[in-house]
């Protein structure tokens, strides 16, 4: 699962060209990209080996697996006010830097509470990334946007699909679980040194900055909208099944008897079958004049995955992989949708703030309740039942947004 359009902050006045350093930028973002995820998937490979070494409850464990979504909705909605007061790229380096030191806290810990919070501060540092990369975008370069949007997910897809399919044996190569999840903190320090230079010129450039770029636009208000809901609570829906899915998908076939290694294979298909999707789903959204097929459509994927999860999780555990992977869908769905829904850039701005940050305090509900129903019922039923509950809500809200119209009619 990978971030949205977010916030604008202060632009430049001109792009960035590769001689003014646009190469630097580039690939500066494509390393950030590779870490957004990597720290959240290689934790759901080794679940099972954490709980056991540093006695983790399965409610403690659903809280772990839950630290994802607040920290989006909660750091990710700071991040605006951040740049306004330091250049993104200074910004972007604190990030990277959290990121590595909470990775490394973490693996050396024997303290579940000390986990719990190391994690958390790699998790912040993720949650200014999330929010900057597509601002970053934006600002540098504004006549590529697709390509390097599409480049950076990728590589973000890339990165998630790898740490859920290594972790477990990078764990056993070197007999812990600290090494499965603390290998990737020497990626995301790799990731700090492109920023240090541009954050070096950043103080220059950002004295040119027009002073009323620096805010989101008051005139435009999706939380008093019928659209603004619907959108927050269909990215939030989406959300919520996407981290429970990349926090418990590779415990739930562990369950089912597959051994440790081919369930997160199982886990990283997910992420690895849905590229293609991602690169489709835009096109296809563009194109339509309404979206209820897709929604429709997507719905469908994830219910057949959700009914043979639960039904029969051994056997044909690659077809309902692929199934949730297209149902997964609904991800680059509503981010293409954030655009289509407003007319102008302050619209698709606030729009974007407030579904990602609405959405992830609904989102942030679903590792916690899967884990606090596993432990409840000692099996997948009840929590294969809520997430099909949740995809009801999210069809619901898809059928809303469907509709052609624009946040700034709905004022």
């Known amino acids: 699962m990978t971030p949205g359009p977010a916030p604008e902050a202060v632009a430049p ?239 739930l076939f562990r369950d089912a008897g597959y051994a440790p290694e081919t369930a997160g294979l199982l886990l990283a298909g997910v992420t690895a079958l849905g590229v293609p999707v991602a690169l489709i789903m835009p096109t296809l959204a563009g194109r339509l004049r309404t979206l209820r097929p897709l929604v429709l459509a997507l719905t469908a994927f994830s219910a057949a995955s959700y009914v043979g999860l639960a039904l029969a999780p051994h056997g044909p555990a690659p077809l309902w992989v692929l199934l949730l992977a297209v149902g997964q869908g609904a991800f680059p769905l509503i981010l293409t949708t954030i655009g289509l829904r407003a007319r102008t850039a302050e619209g698709t701005v606030a729009l974007s703030a407030f579904a990602q940050s609405t959405g992830y305090v609904i989102a942030a509900l679903g590792p916690l309740l899967v884990g606090i129903l596993y432990e409840a019922t000692g099996g997948w039923t009840a929590p294969i039942g809520f997430l099909l509950a949740a995809l009801a809500m999210q069809t619901m809200a898809g059928m809303v947004i469907a509709r052609p119209r624009y946040i700034e009619d709905e004022r």
């Not at 409610?59 to 909660?74: E, Q």
């Not at 599409?150 to 090494?179: C, D």
């Not at 809901?229 to 989406?238: D, I, L, R, S, T």
């Open 13 to 251: 006045p001109h792009p960035v060209t590769p001689a003014r350093g646009g190469l630097l930028v580039l690939v500066g973002m494509l390393l950030v990209a590779l870490n957004l995820r990597a720290a959240v998937t290689s934790l759901g490979a080794l679940l099972d080996e954490v709980r056991g070494g540093l006695g983790l409850s399965g409610t403690m464990a659903g809280l772990v697996t839950t630290l994802p979504t607040i920290a989006f909705a909660g750091l990710g909605a700071l991040t605006p006010w951040l740049v306004r007061r330091w250049p993104a790229a200074r910004v972007l380096v604190l990030a990277m830097l959290a990121l590595t030191v909470g990775q490394v806290l973490r693996v050396v810990t024997d303290s579940a509470a000390v986990f719990v919070l190391t994690s958390a501060l790699a998790l912040a540092g993720i949650a200014v990334a999330n929010i900057l990369l597509p601002m970053l975008v934006k600002q540098h370069f504004p006549h590529r946007t697709g390509l390097v949007t599409g480049a950076y997910t990728m590589v973000l897809t890339t990165g998630t699909t790898v740490a859920a399919a290594s972790a477990v044996p990078v764990a056993h190569a070197f007999g812990s679980w600290r090494a499965g999840l603390g290998v990737w903190a020497g990626m995301a320090a790799l990731a700090v040194l492109p920023w240090v230079p541009l954050a070096l010129r950043a103080r220059a450039a950002r004295r040119t900055a027009t002073p009323t770029a620096a805010g989101i636009p008051a005139r435009v208000r999706p939380g008093r909208t019928r659209l603004g809901w619907a959108m927050a609570v269909y990215f939030g829906a989406q959300s919520l099944s996407g981290y429970a899915i990349m926090g418990w998908l590779a415990q």
